[in-house]
C-alpha cells in the first residue's frame, strides 16, 4: 500500500510539471506573438509611409474588414489598398510614426501620427499645398499572424481646420 501511494504521487507530480511546461511554454508563445504582431503593425507603418500595395497580401488576411468612421466605403483589403493610393496622391509626402504600441491577445493598439503637403484632392476637396499633421489611435486584431480586422479613431477635425476648410474654433473669451 505505501509503494501504491508513492507511485500516485510520483505520477500526479509528473502531471503536474508537464501541465506547468505546457503553460509556460504557452506564455512564452504569447508574448513573442505579441511581439511579431507589434512588428506587423510596423509593417502597416511601412506600407503607408512607402505606397508598397503588393506588401498588403502579406500584412492582411483574404478576408480583411476595415471600421472607419470617415471612411465608411473602405471595409474590405481592395478598397483598403485604394484608399492607401488616394491619401498618398493627395500627400505625396505623407508619412506616418508609430508613436505608441501595445499588445494583447490577439490585438494591438497603436497610437499614430501624421504628416503631408495637401497637393492632390481629398474627399473631394482640392488641393490647398498646406502642410497638415494629425494623430488617431487604431486597434488591429490578429488571425494566424496577419490583421484580420482595423478600428480606426482619427482627429479629422485637426486635418480639415489646417487644410482650411473648416474654420478654427473661435477663441473662449474671458
Known amino acids: 500500500?505505501?509503494?501504491?501511494?508513492?507511485?500516485?504521487?510520483?505520477?500526479?507530480?509528473?502531471?503536474?510539471?508537464?501541465?506547468?511546461?505546457?503553460?509556460?511554454?504557452?506564455?512564452?508563445?504569447?508574448?513573442?506573438?505579441?511581439?511579431?504582431?507589434?512588428?506587423?503593425?510596423?509593417?502597416?507603418?511601412?506600407?503607408?509611409?512607402?505606397?508598397?500595395?503588393?506588401?498588403?497580401?502579406?500584412?492582411?488576411?483574404?478576408?480583411?474588414?476595415?471600421?472607419?468612421?470617415?471612411?465608411?466605403?473602405?471595409?474590405?483589403?481592395?478598397?483598403?489598398?485604394?484608399?492607401?493610393?488616394?491619401?498618398?496622391?493627395?500627400?505625396p509626402d505623407f508619412h506616418v510614426t508609430v508613436e505608441d504600441i501595445l499588445a494583447e491577445g490577439d490585438k494591438v493598439a497603436a497610437r499614430w501620427t501624421a504628416t503631408g503637403t495637401h497637393q492632390g484632392e481629398l474627399m473631394g476637396i482640392p488641393p490647398t499645398d498646406k502642410q497638415a499633421t494629425w494623430s488617431g489611435m487604431t486597434i488591429y486584431r490578429f488571425v494566424g499572424g496577419k490583421i484580420a480586422e482595423v478600428w480606426w479613431a482619427k482627429d479629422m477635425y485637426s486635418l480639415l481646420t489646417q487644410l482650411g476648410v473648416i474654420p478654427p474654433p473661435e477663441h473662449v473669451k474671458e
Not at 468612421?69 to 492607401?84: C, G, M, N
Request: some cysteine; charged content about 25%; hydrophobic content about 45%.
Open 1 to 91: 500500500m505505501h509503494g501504491i501511494g508513492r507511485r500516485l504521487s510520483f505520477s500526479t507530480l509528473i502531471i503536474v510539471f508537464s501541465t506547468l511546461l505546457v503553460l509556460m511554454a504557452a506564455c512564452e508563445k504569447q508574448s513573442v506573438t505579441g511581439d511579431e504582431n507589434k512588428a506587423m503593425v510596423h509593417r502597416v507603418e511601412e506600407l503607408w509611409n512607402m505606397g508598397n500595395l503588393t506588401a498588403a497580401d502579406e500584412i492582411f488576411t483574404i478576408d480583411f474588414v476595415n471600421h472607419d468612421p470617415s471612411s465608411p466605403d473602405v471595409r474590405d483589403l481592395e478598397t483598403y489598398k485604394d484608399f492607401i493610393t488616394r491619401i498618398r496622391t493627395a500627400f
